[in-house]
T-cell receptor
Framework: EAQVTQNPRYLITVTGKKLTVTCSQN?????MSWYRQDPGLGLRQIYY???????DKGDVPEGYKVSRKEKRNFPLILESPSPNQTSLYFC????????????FGPGTRLTVL | AQSVTQLDSQVPVFEEAPVELRCNYS??????LFWYVQYPNQGLQLLLK??????LVKGINGFEAEFNKSQTSFHLRKPSVHISDTAEYFC???????????FGKGTSLLVTP
């Protein structure tokens, strides 16, 4: 089944404890992206990647890192999480064509205490 | 720069009534327009998209949207809603690049008996 998977789905952590949210897609898509969803703000793009080793900042990159060492994986790294990063995070992937829409993962709900 | 405005944050409607969810965008170049739906505790899935051609676009679950270039709008409609249509709906716009999908803040559709 073609899909985008994220792990973990739920995570509660404390301020300053490094964490990684994994994202993987099995559709051989070139583009991948991370969004955060907050009430009243919709979805905002954190980082995106156009291919292996090619990443760029979205609208809200502060406090996040990403890497794209393999085409299928695009992990999101929070080196020192803070409470304002408590949010619902979505990973998405898309073929390298704007004629096709983005496929979204199921989401990761992160709480930073 | 592109932006998306969803004019209603919440839309309550009775079952079997028609509904329109409004979306306006601003952009200095040609755009591609999307509506995504997010059911409770799930990720986003594509309802429909406008890339070019006919301005009336039909999507899944009986939804349709009309692209109006002069009014820079892309309103979503359904002639008769069901309880199962209760969800969050997001309008999104992408410019030629394709890898930057800019979302509106979402409209919560609540269908009651």
């Amino acid at each position: 089944e073609a899909q985008v998977t994220q792990n973990p789905r739920y995570l509660i952590t404390v301020t300053g404890k490094k964490l990684t949210v994994t994202c993987s897609q099995n559709m051989n898509h070139e583009y991948m992206s991370w969004y955060r969803q907050d009430p009243g703000l919709g979805l905002r793009q954190i980082y995106y990647s156009m291919n292996v080793e090619v990443t760029d900042k979205g609208d809200v990159p502060e406090g996040y890192k990403v890497s794209r060492k393999e085409k299928r994986n695009f992990p999101l790294i929070l080196e020192s999480p803070s409470p304002n990063q408590t949010s619902l995070y979505f990973c998405a992937s898309s073929p390298a064509s704007f004629l096709v829409h983005w496929f979204f993962g199921p989401g990761t709900r992160l709480t930073v205490l | 720069a592109q932006s998306v405005t969803q004019l209603d944050s919440q839309v309550p409607v009775f079952e079997e009534a028609p509904v329109e969810l409004r979306c306006n965008y601003s952009s200095s170049v040609s755009v591609y327009l999307f509506w995504y739906v997010q059911y409770p505790n799930q990720g986003l899935q594509l309802l429909l998209k406008y890339l070019s051609g006919s301005t009336l676009v039909k999507g899944i679950n009986g939804f349709e949207a009309e692209f109006n270039k002069s009014q820079t709008s892309f309103h979503l409609r359904k002639p008769s809603v069901h309880i199962s249509d209760t969800a969050e709906y997001f309008c999104a716009v992408s410019e030629n690049s394709g890898y930057a999908l800019n979302f509106g803040k979402g409209t919560s559709l609540l269908v009651t008996p």
